[in-house]
């Protein structure tokens, strides 16, 4: 067991375990009686989930692997710390803690008992608010976020489910700091050393880098509180915060719920990058009510303009065709200076998109030469509008992006990093954290040379082959991690080849593995490909599950940015098999390159969950017996 059992004492009795009331990866909360003051209270507890067991007999924590001992004491510092945190604070919107003690080989901290539900379970339970109320939930929490930020501190995890609403009054309080930071007044610096949080669609962007979090800024706080009320009135959850910079904040979903027009211009205020967003709590809620706000157009007022422009297009037409005007230049003319004029927003957008785009290319080189994608297929918030086809096994769907032919130059290009530039064959340890050792290796200097690759047009996987497509193909699932929406693994190469197979008979298609120039090319975004790093983005957060960010775990595809082409994951969550067998590079160009006719290892491709950083580039080649299989590898498919 993990948790406490009911009726336990703590203290000599002074608290009576009542029930759990939950359990995250580093404590335990439970409903407990003084039984000293006949009062209710909660009690919070430090069990470090991954690395704790408890004794049954004693109740004690005990630690079963020495050699953890050390990373479980350093955070149960912090969490006696939290406990430290929250006691000095002193609102009528933070929950308050009475007491702090050792026992049980671990540590506790009592707090009040809120009876009453989190704003999560609330919007679960009713779906959105409206509008008064949600703003009078926020105003409680602004209330206490004021006053932390006041003291230097950043409570760094916002969102409904730690937001309490007390059942007798129905105030608002916030809870959980166990991520918050203490910042030093003087140099803004932080003093604590709490683990940087992520909470996909609350935590803004600076959180999805520890570094951007080390310096004290109401900012993020403000971001978080504003995707909260966003949660509160549509009751859905916000895209992610490297999605929304990427993408842009969907204000439609408020103006479908009749939201006022300060709030969402407030919000959209809120929740803009850093630099250009609300300064703070304070200057936040004035803009829920204030005049100076973005001018959002009405979906069904526009609508109803371009019926009319239409209908007067249409008559303007026939009355010049019935004089003889050539009329094409003139309509030409006409529509481009209309549509400038009612959508100049969106052309400054297309304008500063194209502009970055340039500056990229320029400054790092992409790599690539042949015919780019027509403009018409980036759309004015710079992605891509890839073609994809669907396809069916078993009335399991999966997609296919379309990958247009070029040349690239494949290998250890300029924008691989340092990590690519040594010309020694250096080992690394590419089995971290599975359960599955196999023959492997990866070498630096088989990225090079450098050389030219042409290809012709081919289809490739939009995700890796998940579990339930793989399930509907073979009938069985061969995973470690279970979920039919995460990627299969455990697959060797050789039970790839017999899905395949299978596959191939449901559906009529030739699907494969794609070569292992077809998968660096679509990785680095084919023609369309801005030069980065990883799949996607220089910064590996925003598009990879991997060690640093995956919790030892493989996440569901297609949650993190997508490529260029509109390809998710490719740069981690699992290793991907192509159906080359290895090969060292040749300097010359090579037009559809299949690798060596035979071989003793085959090579596979991308980071997983449990890599490091390096082993996600674009370039990076790992080999593997065709037999081996792992946790963290898993399969693209090709057409």
């Known amino acids: 067991m993990d948790a406490l059992r009911a009726d336990s004492t703590l203290q000599g009795g002074k608290y009576r375990i009542i029930k759990k009331l939950g359990q995250g990866g580093f404590g335990i909360t439970y409903l407990a009686e003084n039984t000293l003051l006949l009062g209710k209270v909660a009690i919070k507890e430090f069990f470090f989930k991954d690395y704790c067991e408890r ?17 479980v004491d350093r955070f149960k510092l912090k969490f006696v710390k939290e406990a430290r945190t929250i006691f000095r604070l002193n609102h009528p919107n933070i929950v ?24 999560g379970d609330m919007v ?11 703003l009078g939930y926020v105003k409680d929490a602004a209330s206490a976020l004021e006053y932390i930020h006041s003291k230097n501190i950043n409570h760094l995890d916002i969102k409904p489910g730690n937001l309490m609403r ?9 809870i959980d700091f166990g991520v918050a930071k203490q910042y030093d007044a003087v140099t803004s610096e932080g003093t604590t050393t709490t683990p940087v949080c992520i909470s996909p669609g609350y935590s803004p962007v600076e959180q999805y880098s520890k570094n951007d979090v080390q310096t004290f800024s109401p900012q993020s706080d403000v971001y978080a509180l504003a995707a909260t009320l966003f949660k509160l009135l549509t009751g859905n959850t916000p895209l992610e915060a490297t999605k929304i910079q990427y993408m842009g904040l969907p204000v439609a979903e408020l103006q479908e719920k009749h939201i006022s027009l300060p709030v969402i211009s407030a919000i959209a205020m809120a929740m803009k990058g850093r630099h250009e967003r609300t300064q703070s709590v304070a200057e936040f809620i004035s803009n829920l009510s204030g005049d100076d706000t973005v001018v959002i157009p009405d979906p069904a007022e526009a609508e109803r303009k371009q019926r009319e422009a239409k209908a007067k297009a249409e008559k303007e037409k026939k009355t010049l065709k019935g004089k003889g005007v050539n009329t094409a230049t003139t309509r030409k003319k006409r529509r481009i200076k209309s549509l400038l004029k009612k ?10 998109i194209v502009a970055g785009l340039l500056m990229i290319l320029s400054q790092n080189g992409a790599g690539v030469s042949g015919d780019n994608y027509p403009n018409d297929s980036i759309t004015a918030n710079g992605e891509y509008t890839p073609n994809v086809k669907t396809f069916y096994a078993n009335g399991v769907p999966f997609e296919m992006v379309e990958v247009r032919g070029g040349t690239f130059r494949m290998g250890a290009t300029s924008e ?30 088989d990225e090079k040379p450098v050389h030219s690759v042409t290809l012709s047009g081919y289809y490739i996987g939009k995700t890796e082959v998940t579990q339930a497509l793989w399930k509907a193909v073979m009938g069985s699932n061969p995973s470690s991690f279970k979920g039919d929406n995460l990627p299969v693994e455990l697959v060797s190469w050789n039970d790839c080849q017999e899905f395949i197979r299978k596959l191939n008979s449901l559906t009529g298609q030739h699907f494969r593995l794609p070569t292992e120039a077809e998968w660096e090319f679509a990785c680095r975004g084919g023609n369309n490909s801005r030069g980065y790093k990883y799949s996607g983005s220089n910064y590996i957060d925003n598009v990879a599950w991997y060690w640093d960010n995956s919790g030892k775990k493989i996440h569901p595809v297609a949650t993190k940015l997508p490529s260029e082409l509109g390809i998710y994951d490719m740069s981690g969550n699992v290793m991907e098999w192509c159906s080359d067998w290895y090969g060292k590079y040749s300097s010359g160009a090579q037009t559809n390159p299949k690798g060596p006719y035979d071989g003793s290892h085959r090579v596979r491709r991308g980071g997983s969950w449990g890599s490091d950083a390096m082993a996600c580039r674009s370039s990076l080649r790992y080999v593997c017996a065709p037999s081996a299989s792992s946790r963290g590898l898993g399969l693209r498919l090709a057409l």
């Not at 702090?100 to 009453?116: C, H, K, L, P, S």
């Not at 009713?126 to 008064?132: H, K, L, S, V, Y």
């Not at 059942?167 to 916030?174: A, F, I, N």
Request: proline residues 2%.
């Open 55 to 71: 004794d049954d007999s004693t109740s004690c924590v005990t630690i079963p692997k020495s050699g953890n001992r050390e990373i």
């Open 96 to 119: 308050r803690i009475h007491d702090v003690f050792e026992e049980n080989g671990t540590a506790y901290y009592v707090m009040d008992y809120i009876e009453g539900e989190s704003l």
């Open 124 to 134: 679960k339970r009713r779906g959105a608010i409206p509008e008064t109320e949600a």
């Open 166 to 174: 007390r059942k007798e009054d129905g105030r608002v309080l916030v």
């Open 343 to 352: 959508y100049w927003w969106m052309a400054a957008v297309v304008v500063a």
């Open 416 to 445: 691989q990093g340092n990590d690519a530039d040594s010309d020694e064959k250096r080992v690394h340890i590419v089995t971290l954290y599975l359960l599955h050792l196999f023959d492997s290796k990866g070498l630096d200097s």
